[in-house]
């Protein structure tokens, strides 16, 4: 069977040739510790766990800044995935893959990642870096590409034959999640959790400067200790996201910077793509756009996972491209 995968720091997407997308879950994992250590959930049902685990039991987030961190838990996380999805057993078939994985990553992460794959039944995969996969969805002429994950921003230059600048920046979906709960401590002396905070970020996170959305949220005051109610408003969660977005923006305009004159002219015209599940914060992509001067086009959430299908289905494809970067 062949399989594309974008496997992130907060999400994992798993497309099947022929078939479509079949998994889109959280990259977490409940193991359970003994003589030997054992995947109790994955995904979903792990996140449900977040907060709840006991003894030996412990949630684990195999990932962070887009790269392995717990080879082994990532691997079991996979292999669970793949018993979900694949008729009569991972060990009973041959498993292909074309991964992701970030454009910043060193030779050393790399191979841990193929090793992942290895360990978790594939017979054969094969790395794409993320902004080459993406721009199999938009065209195969020059792109420019912000790619916002859960821990990563990914800024890069895209020519048909490989990345011509590209940036890997330590900011993310989850960055702005812990930052959410560090102010609601600070601001409203109220403790949330991770959860919590990503919900947040969903219903009233907004640099629309017109916004004025409210949530009340559930928490535990950090003097007594009792559950209280905040009601907690889009101005006020503002400038934090717009400070981590300027953070963002500072760069991706130092890449555009380095980009050829021809490649300028194909942004005046054509724009950037800004992609990952960061990409849906609402008002990101206009006040991105307004700072930039330049078109800002939003892409589906699974544009990366798509990329990486057209790839694997086009294997002649997949070499000349992997071939051209090696050069």
Do not use: W
């Amino acid at each position: 069977m062949d399989f594309a995968i974008d496997m992130g720091t907060s999400n994992t997407t798993i497309y099947v040739k022929g078939v479509g997308i079949v998994l889109s879950e959280p990259s977490m994992a409940v193991i359970q510790r003994g003589k030997k250590t054992e995947i109790r959930f994955s995904g979903a049902a792990a996140k449900k766990m977040l907060g709840k685990t006991t003894g030996n039991s412990e949630l684990v987030c195999p990932l962070a800044d887009g790269l392995v961190i717990k080879p082994e838990i990532a691997a079991m996380m996979l292999k669970d995935f793949f018993k979900r999805i694949v008729s009569g057993g991972v060990l009973k078939q041959k498993i292909r893959v074309v991964a992701s994985i970030n454009c910043g990553a060193s030779l050393a992460e790399r191979k841990i990642l193929e090793s992942v794959y290895n360990k978790a039944g594939v017979s054969d995969v094969v790395l794409v870096d993320t902004p080459l996969a993406l721009n199999q969805v938009v065209s195969e002429s020059n792109a420019f590409f912000v790619d916002i994950g859960g821990g990563t921003t990914e800024i890069s230059a895209v020519t048909p034959i490989g990345i011509i600048h590209g940036y890997s920046l330590n900011i993310g979906g989850d960055t702005i999640d812990n930052a959410i709960i560090d102010l609601l401590a600070e601001q409203f002396s109220l403790r949330i959790g991770k959860v919590t905070a990503e919900k947040i970020k969903h219903t009233i996170g907004s640099l629309y400067e017109n916004d004025i959305s409210t949530v009340n949220v559930s928490g535990r005051d950090l003097m007594s200790g009792s559950p209280v109610n905040v009601e907690i408003s889009s101005a006020d969660l503002r400038p934090l996201i717009k400070s981590y977005s300027d953070k963002i923006l500072e760069v991706v305009a130092a890449v555009i910077n380095l980009v050829p004159p021809e490649m300028a002219s194909d942004l005046t015209g054509k724009g950037i793509y800004l992609a990952g599940g960061g990409a849906k914060l609402a008002g990101l992509a206009e006040y991105m756009s307004s700072a930039l001067k330049l078109n800002v086009e939003v892409l589906d959430a699974s544009s990366a996972v798509s990329g990486l299908s057209t790839l694997s289905s086009d294997r002649a494809r997949l070499n000349e491209l992997l071939n051209l970067e090696n050069l």
